[in-house]
């Protein structure tokens, strides 16, 4: 990264700068600029295949972009790997659950914890002594409610549950920006109330960037909205100036026609 | 300069016979996710089925029989066998595969016992197709380097201009997406097992003559079988070829060249210790090219995986 | 819980008897004590000694195989290793006179395996499944061959020997005697089981499961996969090293046979045969594989195909192992409704044994009649001594072959039956 770059690099929590990313021929990324404040929650929505997962793929470092760059609290985290830009302070969910089925659900929380809570690769301590560890994975298996279910099996839970706990080990590691991809897909109205109350209560005081089809979760959860289509950003707004967009409703309507 | 010309010959030989397995191992890979471990044990069914039946009514109808038989064999392990164990995933499945190597030495053990049989070239072909200036060179091998030629043209022909061969390939570029297709994929996986185990088969039949046909001969070639994909890049069938024939030649001049390491040593200026005996560094000064020629190949995939870790001309990072 | 769909590689680190607490480790501790004046012979401590090693080796094997998901076909090479350098130090304490107490021994082994597996874990952990088995496989090959070249350290083909007898004696004891050995290698045994049993519980340890299950999610928990393989894979070489050395102190030589692919072949196929989902399963697969090759080997000479057809069936409809098989029933032990199972069970077991036995005679009778010399066609099977080449043994015996098998598949029903009796669906609460 170069000094010039760094200079002029904001105070963003988040800021893409002409962001590409192309598989073989096919481009799905489209010269991205987008900057989310710190404290912000913001939403990205947008049709089937729009790239709103590669998007999130690109700023957590599972995929490198093919060019221009991601910046994280002003430092350029582009081509870095998932755990070094996790270690920075961004954690995220992903759309198909993903967590570890064959442990328990207080040690999938677990988990989430040891990196920052100092633990590390260390082979001299003994998780379960450990205090500190054991009372804040309860606390906030008591923030997702899932107290009752403890010691059962992740894999067991009821989907709900499953993306309940998604969260949980999402947030656990403490991190300043947390990223979740579509957490009330596939939910019934009541789970969906449960999941963005979860939400909002968990990312208090942190920046948000989520994707999601439910457009009663994104008007109700987020400050903005970026409309993504075809890979490039149609609109950045608020949400009663996104609702009110034209472009953007042709662009919605559009697509599903098709 | 014709000692070379002979060595590249045999090092072809070796090159394509290798391929002949990398090839059906690397499209079972591709399609299935699995290495067939025992893909070599396949190989040396094919030598064993083609001794036996050779003696009862020789060599040619072998050739064509014995791949049949190893192939319809490999096509009910996988039938019977890896369909059963798909479900446990693929580390499971290695294992069953490595199990099933280690029961087929056992069973060709207990059928034929511990010798290396008296499997032969067919008289036919048991003379001389040219010799320069000494080295002469025997018309079986002649004859092997054509049956692996017409294997891999076929092989060729198959996989480019027929419907199931655009399968397959659809299959090696998009890994995991055959199921998609709405082929019949549990046919599909079973022919492709069965055809590359027939090949290994193949191999066998043809190599047994030459490198002997005894029970540790799957393992030996076996190991070699697996490098040589690693070093080509997992899934790819032209990395496979060039690694075969690079490992091919590798091992054959290796083998022919009696490159002496006190030779190069003393031409670097360094004394021979007096007393080498008692010398820690004993086995540098008496180590020979020919010495170290089995081991070269692992030293190319420990190189390779250092410093390209997707192998010659793979895509996905190994 | 252990449905037959369950991954034995996934499943979790299950335990049978609650090793967190102390109870189990006393008991075993009294039991291993007390072994050498319940089997005082020779050949008893023989066995014991080689079997308290393989359980130190397969446990370290299973850090990779059950812990991590890592398959390694060249794991031989770790404790090779070792047990070459602690040869060699051996013979340094002999004629060096470097000073070493002989119980520390295994410590260099360890590090030495350590060392080994930081190098090589450089690059073979990079990725894990096949393609890490793949280089596993090749690096031990290249090894085991450099085992041949390498006469100054490998000692070539009779390999390297040395007398353990010259250190400095620890409370008198000079370790002549081969019970004084086996409370040397118990002693390492208990220590390494609770050192490896202990590492689980540690953080790298729980992440090494993670990164087993889920290594992207591990990634975005601020783990590198690749370098929690690569510590497992070093913690894995250590006690590998340790076995090593154990093994060193025990026969006094090391030959290329101790890291070449069949070791490393052995130590997988004992391994999963006691079963990878569990701690204690490398012990019980140690303790098995030990006895069975022991008496097998005694009574007839085509006992690795059998070896071979039970890895297999193992692999195909118990992946879970011997310990697998045990788990199963503790819930209905549990319930109070083992009991239930013991009748059919017994039923089962008659016409199981019958198959077990025809089939394996109908085999050592083809075996005999292809093998044997001329002129001694005479052979001796359960007692009964024929002429192996005749139809009429193998006629016989294929006929209670296809009775039993018929008897198994009439008592079937039964047994699934008192199966589903014992094991209650519950109802969805």
Redesign the interface.
């Known amino acids: 990264m170069s000094a010039a770059e760094n200079l002029a690099a904001s105070s963003a929590a988040i800021e893409l700068r002409d962001l590409d990313k192309s598989f073989g021929l096919a481009r799905i990324i489209q010269n991205v600029n987008l900057s989310v404040e710190p404290g912000e929650r913001h939403a990205i929505i947008g049709p089937n295949g729009a790239g709103k997962s590669t998007l999130f793929n690109l700023i957590t470092g599972k995929y490198a972009p093919t060019s221009g760059s991601v910046f994280m609290n002003g430092q350029s985290v582009s081509g870095l790997k998932p755990y070094e830009i996790n270690r920075m302070g961004l954690s995220r969910s992903f759309q198909i659950t993903n967590i570890f089925p064959k442990m328990t659900v207080f040690e999938n929380i677990r988990c989430g914890l040891l990196w920052t809570m100092d633990y590390k690769y260390s082979f001299w301590h003994l998780v379960d002594r450990q205090t500190d560890l054991t009372a804040r994975a309860e606390e906030i298996l008591d923030q997702i409610n899932l107290t009752a279910r403890r010691n059962d099996l992740a894999g067991m839970l009821a989907y709900a549950e499953q993306r309940a706990l998604e969260i949980g080990i999402t947030i656990a590691g403490g991190a300043d920006i947390i990223m979740l991809d579509e957490p009330c897909a596939g939910m019934s109205t009541s789970e969906t109330q449960y999941i963005v109350g979860l939400i909002r209560k968990v990312t208090e005081g942190k920046t948000l960037i989520i994707v999601e089809h439910d457009m009663g979760v994104i008007f109700d959860l987020a400050d903005r909205i970026s409309v993504l289509v075809y890979g490039e950003i149609l609109a950045t707004d608020t949400p009663e100036n996104i609702r009110g967009n034209e472009k953007v409703q042709e662009a919605y309507l559009g697509s599903a026609e098709e | 300069m014709s000692l070379f010309f002979v060595n590249i010959l045999d090092g072809l030989v070796m090159g394509l016979l290798l391929f002949m397995l990398c090839s059906g191992l690397t499209l079972i890979f591709s399609m299935m996710g699995v290495l067939n471990f025992a893909h070599a044990s396949f190989y040396m069914l094919g030598a064993y089925f083609a001794y036996q039946i050779s003696t009862g009514i020789g060599f040619w109808p072998a050739l064509i029989i014995a791949p049949v038989v190893v192939g319809v064999l490999g096509a009910l392990v996988e039938r019977y066998g890896l369909r059963r164990v798909h479900q446990y995933g693929h580390v499971p499945e290695l294992i069953f595969t490595f199990g099933l190597a280690l029961l087929i030495e056992e069973v060709v053990q207990f059928l034929w016992g511990k010798s290396q049989m008296a499997y032969e070239e067919p008289s036919a072909l048991a003379f001389t197709a040219f010799s320069i200036a000494g080295n002469s060179f025997p018309a079986y091998k002649v004859f092997m380097i054509f049956v692996a030629m017409g294997i891999f043209l076929v092989l060729l022909y198959i996989l480019t201009k027929t419907r199931v061969g655009m399968i397959i390939q659809a299959a090696l570029s998009y890994p995991n997406t055959v199921q998609n297709l709405g082929h019949n994929v549990p046919l599909v996986f079973m022919g492709v097992f069965g055809v590359g185990t027939a090949m290994a088969g193949v191999a066998g039949v043809i190599a047994g003559p030459v490198l002997g046909t005894f029970p540790g001969m799957a393992f030996q070639l076996g190991s070699i079988v697996f490098v040589t994909i690693v070093v080509g890049g997992l899934g790819s069938l032209w990395g496979a070829l060039i690694a075969s024939l690079l490992i091919g030649w590798l091992q054959t001049f290796a083998a022919a060249y009696n490159v002496r390491m006190s030779d190069i040593l003393i031409s670097l200026g360094l004394e021979r210790p007096a007393d080498l005996a008692e010398s820690a560094l004993r086995d540098l000064w008496t180590l020979t090219l020919p010495q170290i020629g089995p081991i070269l190949p692992y030293l190319l995939m420990v190189l390779i995986l250092i410093m390209r870790p997707q192998g010659l001309l793979g895509k996905r990072e190994t | ?1 252990t449905t037959s ?1 369950d ?6 680190t299950r335990s049978l008897v609650p090793l ?1 607490s102390a109870m189990p480790w006393i008991i075993a501790t009294v039991v291993l004590l007390a072994l050498p004046f319940v089997f005082p012979s020779g050949a008893g401590l023989t066995i014991m000694n080689q079997m308290a090693i393989t359980i130190v080796f397969a446990l370290a094997y299973n850090m990779l ?1 059950g812990q991590g ?1 890592m ?1 390694s ?1 060249g794991h031989a090479v770790y404790m090779g290793l070792g047990g070459f350098f602690c040869m060699h130090l051996l013979n340094w304490v002999e004629n060096d006179g470097l000073w070493l107490p002989l119980p520390l021994l295994p410590v260099f082994g360890g590090l030495f395996g350590l060392f080994f597996a930081f190098l090589i874990g450089g ?2 952990t ?2 894990a ?3 890490f ?3 596993s ?3 031990g ?2 090894i085991a ?2 085992s041949i ?4 350290f490998f000692g070539g083909e009779e390999g390297v020997s040395g007398d353990r007898t010259y250190g400095p004696e620890v409370l008198g004891v000079d370790f002549a005697q081969q019970s004084e050995v086996y409370y040397l290698i118990v002693c390492w045994m208990l220590l390494s089981t609770l050192a490896m049993y ?2 689980s ?7 090494t ?2 990164v087993r ?2 290594e ?9 996969q690749r ?2 393989r690569w ?1 497992s894979f070093c ?1 894995s070489g250590f006690f590998c090293g340790v076995a090593g050395a154990l093994f060193a102190i025990n026969l006094e030589i090391l030959t290329e046979e101790n890291l070449n ?1 069949t070791q490393s ?1 052995i130590i ?2 004992l391994t ?1 045969l006691g079963g990878v989902g569990f701690f204690v399963g490398p012990i019980v697969g140690a303790i098995v594989f030990t006895l069975l090759q022991t008496v097998l080997s005694l009574y007839t000479e ?1 006992w ?2 059998y070896l ?2 039970l ?2 069936a193992t ?2 409809f118990f ?1 879970n192992g011997l310990t697998g098989l045990m788990a199963m029933h503790i819930p209905s032990w549990k319930a109070g409704r083992l009991g239930l199972l013991m009748r059919p069970y017994a039923k089962m077991a008659v016409p199981a044994l019958a198959f077990v036995f025809s089939a394996a005679a109908i ?1 050592e009778i ?2 005999h009649a ?2 044997a010399s001329v002129g001694s066609e005479e052979m001796t099977l359960y007692g009964m001594t024929f002429n192996s080449h005749g139809y009429a043994p193998l006629v016989i015996a294929a006929a209670v072959a296809a009775a039993s098998l018929y008897l198994m598949k009439q008592i079937a029903p039964s047994v699934r039956e008192a199966w589903s009796e014992a094991n209650p669906v519950r109802g969805d609460s």
């Open positions: 819980m769909a991954s034995p590689l996934t499943a979790g967190s195989l998901g398959l076909f690059f073979s990079r990725r499944g096949t393609v088995a793949m280089i496989l090749g690096v090959e290249l061959a450099c070249i390498v006469v100054a202990l590492f519980r540690t953080p790298i340890g729980r992440i499961n993670a299950d889920n992207e999610r591990a990634e975005f928990l601020g783990y590198s370098h929690v510590i913690a692919t072949g997988l196929l999963f085509i690795q195909l071979g057809i890895f297999l692999v195909m992946p085999m083809l075996f292809r093998e």
